[in-house]
């Protein structure tokens, strides 16, 4: 679907907006407000629809780091991505954000639905590629659930066969390629670089490892929960 002047203007203020206020959670709530304001005013808008999923995932975020549970408000969003990829097929950011919003509700899934989700993910992170070959998000996305099929447990993959009559498959080796292109695309995303250390320690290549681990060590402002992660390796 097109975007009309009128939204792509409209679409430009609310990301310069959600830039601003996104740490904030009261700011978010303001935002999701409006958003849904808008939404109504334009129901048909893959763009906004979209946006909307964006700050919910953020005020999601807030709701967890809190301690409270953000299952009500996420599940919600679900709702929402999946609309928005309806709307938007050709949209890359909506099957991005469909994907984001499938991962994040995982946790509040048993082992059948956390692997259906994980098909669906899949799907959509590649088809998100597809529009949008240098995404580094869609790309990191892409790259974690590698890894998470790399380490499938054996009764999981029992699971998947009964399910889909098959397992999942992907290997440490082509998830780090994912990571990678990533780190080409933007090398200061911490968390992207701490999933290639961690493919590397997987791959029994300590010190690529190592490097990596230094990299991120002497860079100012990495999130404390990250360099923990990195102690916890022992490189």
């Known amino acids: 679907m097109q975007c009309s002047k009128e939204i792509a203007s409209l679409c430009r203020e609310l990301d310069d907006k959600h830039d601003k206020i ?4 009261a700011l978010c709530c303001d935002s ?5 304001e808008l939404n109504g005013k334009h129901p048909t808008s893959p763009q906004l629809r979209w946006r909307l999923v964006r700050v919910m995932f953020e005020i999601g975020k807030h709701k967890s780091r809190a301690g409270v549970s953000a299952k009500e408000i996420l599940t919600e969003a679900v709702g929402y991505a999946k609309e928005a990829v309806e709307m938007g097929d050709n949209n890359s950011k909506c099957h991005l954000w469909y ?7 995982c946790k509040y899934d048993d082992t059948k639905m956390k692997l259906t989700k994980g098909i669906e993910f899949e799907k959509h992170v590649k088809r998100s590629l597809e529009l949008d070959p240098y995404n580094s998000t869609a790309l990191h996305l892409l ?5 998470e099929v790399s380490g499938i447990k054996w009764w999981e993959a029992k699971i998947a066969v009964t399910l889909f ?8 080796e082509e998830a780090l390629e994912y990571f990678l292109k990533a780190a080409d695309l ?5 968390e992207n670089s701490l999933f290639i250390i961690k493919c590397q320690v997987a791959l029994g290549r300590t010190q690529e490892a ?3 681990a230094g990299k991120l060590r002497g860079r100012p402002g990495t999130d404390p929960e990250i360099l923990a992660q ?3 390796l022992k490189l």
């Open 143 to 147: 790259g974690r659930y590698c890894f």
């Open 22 to 25: 996104k740490h904030d959670e």
């Open 32 to 36: 999701l407000r409006e958003m849904k």
């Open 210 to 212: 190592s490097t990596w």
């Open 230 to 232: 990195i102690d916890a």
């Open 165 to 172: 009559g098959c397992v999942p498959q992907s290997t440490y």
């Open 99 to 105: 994907a984001i919003l499938l991962g994040d509700t």
């Open 186 to 190: 933007n090398s200061e995303w911490a």
